[in-house]
């Protein structure tokens, strides 16, 4: 059964700028080591760190409660397997919470948005 979904579509630009206006403090605020090091690996990090705000935030609407109660950016990390599918590895209460729900994600990017969806089942 599928308990809730979330969606989100996020500006690359806007990501891009705070990278550039904050530097790392913006990046280790919202994004796990693991994140970070994914990101910086690749050609448009902007895109890869954008793609992974959606995600947090579409997780953030298919649990319901948004940023309410206990949610923590980095508790929702999102890891990438061999092939390049992601998934999210959660932490903290967030993975006390929902760590034994099956959770899907899905990302894709172009050069100015990436979007993320995410279905929650029992
Ligand atoms: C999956 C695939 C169709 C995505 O192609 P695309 O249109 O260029 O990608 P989009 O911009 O729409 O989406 C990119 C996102 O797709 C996701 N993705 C990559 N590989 C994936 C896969 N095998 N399954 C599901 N999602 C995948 C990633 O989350 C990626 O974003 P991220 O790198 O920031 O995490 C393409 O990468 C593919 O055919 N992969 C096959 C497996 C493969 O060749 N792997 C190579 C590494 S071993």
Known sequence: MILGIGVDIVDIQRIKASLERFGGSFASKLFTDHEIAYCEAKAFPAQ??????????????????????????????????????????????TADQYGARSIMLSLTHTDTSAAAFVIIQE
């Open 48 to 93: 890869h760190y954008a793609a992974r705000f959606a995600a947090k935030e579409a997780f953030s609407k298919a649990i319901a409660t948004g940023w309410a109660g206990s949610f923590r950016w980095k508790d929702v990390e999102v890891v990438n397997d061999a092939q390049g599918k992601p998934s999210f590895r959660l932490h903290g209460p």
